[in-house]
């Protein structure tokens, strides 16, 4: 482990040492402000769950919850310096969110609004288990340098890596504070390093709200050719994980306006600690190891997008989320839409198909639809194997010039339904799921 962080190291720092031989973006710096950029986006987020069938987890009885729905309003704000000119050009930032709750809701859990610090049963003043919040702000400042094509950025940050990454599918987005270090100085080649000391959930107000210790990512992704790319990602989460991701995607033409691409991916997760996880079966909770991974065939022509993936965990605990150092998103896979599919020994098998109404002529016009069934899971306490199923539809029109170019509004339903030993403690429940978002994005300069 520490051998593969030394090394993505020393090829960051000889890739810096060479770049005087390839073009260098720092060179090209108009300046700090002329190359500044401010944005504001603006979104409405509604999430509503109807767990039609649900067991509690204290009394193990049948239940129904018929209302845990949040609607909220947000302006997410990133104002981003450019470099200052020079061998060496440095520049700044701001990021952050402000955001109120619409109408009189109180529910929480769904990641959407956080809670103030309120009592529990024994009397106790804790965070987070209050009423929601009427208005909040989050966010935070960062640093950034860059010398030929390598870029630093410290403070906060929204990142977007396979095995670290914020969780963006609610109101606000997750942020993480720390130092990303992204090279590009070999053709074809870029590599990613880092390390992270913070982690905010959408729904937290603390900036450490996971209560992070370390976590340090590294990475690499090469371009073959047009048709051929793959990466290899790892993080080390001090005290709980150590994860690796691999992906391999190739595209070939069959006709001027049809293509299909071959996608393998997969991950593989050590846990430093015991520890609970919802799938778990082994004894051995010092020993607990996951492996999942898919294989995906897609075939597209001109407004039609068809995927048949499949998708295989095994190990002796399913792909666990609550104990990395995210919100749940590091899991760049096929099979993922409200469920993951991602249980103890689990096989899924999924088909999505996308259609564009840019022929009809209403181009931004795109709807989705996908059914993923899983199989074969090991459930704890279980004689017999579990089961899921998921029927996802989503339709999304995005505005395509005129003053209100690039707003989107996005309408999301899944219908998820689970065996009933895959339901007490272990996953999501028997869920309807509605999610509407109207993003309104300003550009400020």
Sequence with gaps: MQNSKKLTLAVLIQAALVST?????????????????????????????DKTNYNDNQTG???????????????IVKLDSGFTQGTIGFGVGIIGDASFKLGNNNNAGNGMIPREAGFNDQGEYKKGIGDTYDHWARGGAYVKARISNTTAVY?????????????????VPEYFEGLLVTSNEIDNLSLTAGKFTKNQYSD???????????????????KFSDALNASYYGVDVKDRLDRHYVNANYTYTLSEDSSLTHDFSGYHTEWDREGSTYSETTDNL??????????????????HNVMLAYQQNTGNTG??????????QSIYMPNSYLSDFVGNDEKSVGLQYNYSFKNHGLPGLNWTSAFVYGWDINVNNSDKEGQEREFFNQVKYTVQSGFAKDASLRLRHSYYRASDNYQAGNYIGDTNEWRIWLDIPVKLF
């Design 155 to 171: 403070g906060t940050q929204i990142l977007d890596i396979p095995v670290l990454a914020s969780n963006t599918a609610r109101l």
């Design 319 to 328: 792909y666990d989320y609550g104990e990395n150092a995210d919100g749940a």
């Design 286 to 303: 010092s020993d607990r190891q996951n492996s999942i991974w898919a294989v995906s065939t897609t075939y597209n022509k001109d407004v």
């Design 204 to 222: 937290q107000i603390e900036t450490d709200g996971r209560n992070l210790d370390r976590a340090v990512v590294w990475g690499a992704k090469y």
């Design 21 to 49: 031989a390839f073009a260098s973006e720092q060179s090209e710096s108009k300046g700090f402000v002329e190359d500044a950029e401010g944005t504001v986006l603006f979104r409405t987020g509604y999430l509503h769950r």
């Design 61 to 75: 009885e049948r239940k129904v919850v018929n209302d845990t729905s949040s609607a909220a309003q947000t302006a």
